[in-house]
């Protein structure tokens, strides 16, 4: 059974309310996106993790959302090449960090590969990557590949409506995996136990796994009584500020 030893983070910038949408939720409010930030990182403090948190970037005001920047695995770190373009350069602030973790085993995604690591789910070995309005094939290709050197295996996933993979699923480990949406049906997760999320619920789809408990959103309560039926303890997190800039629980660490 994995267990994550490390969790990266980063503080929100105050240019976070500029970050891209297409969520028509209005703009977020700084002060509460910093209060939920905070929360955010005490109930990673109860998951048996060490924590960094690097120091916000105004430059970027997407980079509070380190999960996109890179994919780490168990032997390397790949530093992805961001689909939207204002978010390219979010990979060289993380990269230093991401040296000091993963010494000699740090790789890249390069021109034309794009990938947003959101469009990326590990289960077990095996990595499952999303065709994406930020993910393309170049990319993805380029992933399953370094994944395959380092004896690890990756496919594709056609994406239909969502913006990244992991906006509809979740994988929790023991086989669980949590689905919103075009994913309940598709056939690649089929011989998963596949735990329905309800439309009105969905962007509770994206939770994460640390050591046994689950983080999720604040608010779900169909969502939340599914995941504790499955033995977990949950913590939930407010992430209403984050959900008006296309983020959500699964966005906002690095976990490995």
């Known amino acids: 059974m994995k267990k994550f030893s490390h969790i990266i983070a980063r503080t929100p910038a105050k240019s976070l309310i500029n970050g891209l949408t297409s969520a028509n939720l209005g703009k977020p409010d700084y002060q509460k996106a910093l209060d939920q930030h905070n929360n955010y990182i005490r109930a990673l403090q109860l998951c048996d993790v060490d924590i960094t948190i690097l120091p916000a970037d105004e430059r970027f005001p997407d980079s509070v959302f380190v ?51 959101g469009d990326i789910m590990m289960v077990e070995n095996h990595y499952y990557i999303g065709l994406s309005a930020r993910t393309n094939q170049a990319g993805a290709n380029q992933m399953i590949a370094i994944l395959e050197k380092y ?7 056609k994406l239909e409506k969502v913006l990244h993979l992991k906006t509809g699923l979740a994988y929790l480990e023991n086989n669980n995996l ?46 939340k009584g599914k995941i504790a039926k499955l033995g977990y303890q949950v913590i939930e997190v407010d992430t209403s500020e984050y959900r008006k800039i296309d983020g959500g629980v699964s966005c906002m660490s690095l976990r490995f």
């Open 151 to 157: 004896g690890l295996t990756g496919s594709v996933v």
């Open 67 to 117: 999960e996109d920047a890179v994919l780490c695995t168990p032997y390397c770190a790949i530093i992805t090449r961001p689909g939207a373009e204002s978010r390219r350069e979010e990979t060289e602030i993380i990269a230093d960090t991401i040296e000091r973790f993963y010494p000699n085993k740090v790789e890249r995604i390069n021109a034309p590969g794009t990938v947003e690591a």
């Open 178 to 223: 949590l689905a919103a949406g075009e994913f309940i049906t598709k056939p690649e997760f089929q011989h998963l136990n596949i735990i329905e999320i309800p439309e009105q619920e969905s962007y509770a789809a994206n939770c994460i796994w640390v050591n046994d408990r689950v983080i999720m959103p604040a608010g779900y309560p169909i969502t």
